[in-house]
């Protein structure tokens, strides 16, 4: 249930935000080919920050 929710708050585009996904609206930046990736790879180094 988490992944779904972390997909459709950074990954799936909303027609609410005129296309854009709630990451974009909230300008963090999800790049590249593999989104889930780099989300896993952000909340590592956000949590190492701790």
Same mark, same amino acid.
């Given at each position: 249930?988490?992944?779904? $929710? =972390?997909?459709?708050?950074?990954?799936? /585009?909303?027609?609410?935000?005129?296309?854009?996904?709630?990451?974009?609206?909230?300008?963090? $930046? =999800?790049?590249?080919?593999?989104?889930? /990736?780099?989300?896993?790879?952000?909340?590592?180094?956000?949590?190492?920050?701790?």
């Amino acid at each position: 249930m988490e992944g779904l $929710k =972390v997909h459709y708050n950074f990954v799936r /585009k909303h027609q609410a935000l005129g296309g854009k996904t709630p990451a974009d609206a909230s300008m963090i $930046k =999800v790049e590249g080919k593999n989104k889930w /990736k780099t989300i896993i790879q952000n909340a590592s180094l956000s949590k190492a920050s701790q």
